[in-house]
């Protein structure tokens, strides 16, 4: 049981290139998110999913694309990296919603430079 | 979802009980107080979470006001590994997202 996967661990890109963080789960958990945290700062959450399917943005969504074709892969595309979006990227999954039971189950991140 | 207010950062000797106040003062009757902590650089991990009751687990206990408006996370013997960011969150129940605030930066101290 490996619980949420993120890849790739570390990444740098250039301003203007795209790339996709990928995320998946063996747990079979509906819900999905990804957050992004930036240097000394809380998370803020970039896009989230209730299933497969089923999508919605979260507080800072601009730039950033998901999709949720299975249940277990939730991936985070970058349209056109900037320098802005240097941040460490987390994914989480809960079986459902993160207000019941054990809430989420976080992946050990994202670390992404955009030079 | 109601917003926390949490003191930015304090220190507590190893070995005794640190306590980690939360203010939820607009909570509403059908959200929950969830705590997370993240330690240094890794994805923040689940801790405990309450309605109205006060709950132990092998981790901590959590302490909430009758009035529920403020709650506390008590780690009954702190040590080392125990410095990290905690991050108390309420909820609605079967809500779709969690937003985190600042957090309370802990660091236990030998």
């Given at each position: 049981n490996a619980g949420v996967t993120q890849t790739p661990k570390f990444q740098v890109l250039k301003t203007g290139q795209s790339m996709t963080l990928q995320c998946a789960q063996d747990m079979n958990h509906e819900y999905m998110s990804w957050y992004r945290q930036d240097p000394g700062m809380g998370l803020r959450l970039i896009h989230y999913s209730v299933?497969?399917?089923?999508?919605?943005?979260?507080?800072?969504?601009?730039?950033?694309?998901?999709?949720?074709?299975?249940?277990?892969?939730?991936?985070?595309?970058?349209?056109?990296?900037?320098?802005?979006?240097?941040?460490?990227y987390f994914c989480a999954s809960s079986y459902s919603s993160p207000a019941t039971g054990y809430g989420y189950t976080f992946g050990s991140g994202t670390r992404l430079t955009v030079v | 979802?109601?917003?926390?207010?949490?003191?930015?950062?304090?220190?507590?000797?190893?070995?005794?009980?640190?306590?980690?106040?939360?203010?939820?003062?607009?909570?509403?009757?059908?959200?929950?107080?969830?705590?997370?902590?993240?330690?240094?650089?890794?994805?923040?991990?689940?801790?405990?979470?309450?309605?109205?009751?006060?709950?132990?687990?092998?981790?901590?206990?959590?302490?909430?006001?009758?009035?529920?408006?403020?709650?506390?996370?008590?780690?009954?013997?702190?040590?080392?590994?125990?410095?990290?960011v905690y991050y108390c969150i309420v909820v609605k129940a079967a809500g779709n997202k969690l937003t985190f605030g600042g957090g309370t930066r802990v660091l236990v101290k030998p």
């Open positions: 299933g497969a399917g089923i999508t919605d943005q979260g507080e800072v969504p601009n730039g950033y694309n998901v999709s949720r074709s299975t249940t277990e892969d939730f991936p985070l595309r970058l349209l056109s990296a900037a320098p802005s979006q240097t941040s460490v | 979802d109601a917003k926390t207010t949490q003191p930015p950062s304090m220190d507590c000797a190893e070995g005794r009980a640190a306590n980690l106040p939360c203010n939820h003062s607009t909570i509403s009757g059908n959200e929950y107080v969830y705590w997370y902590r993240q330690i240094h650089s890794q994805g923040p991990q689940y801790i405990i979470h309450g309605l109205k009751n006060n709950e132990t687990n092998e981790m901590a206990s959590l302490i909430i006001t009758e009035d529920r408006k403020s709650s506390t996370l008590i780690l009954p013997h702190a040590t080392l590994r125990d410095t990290a």
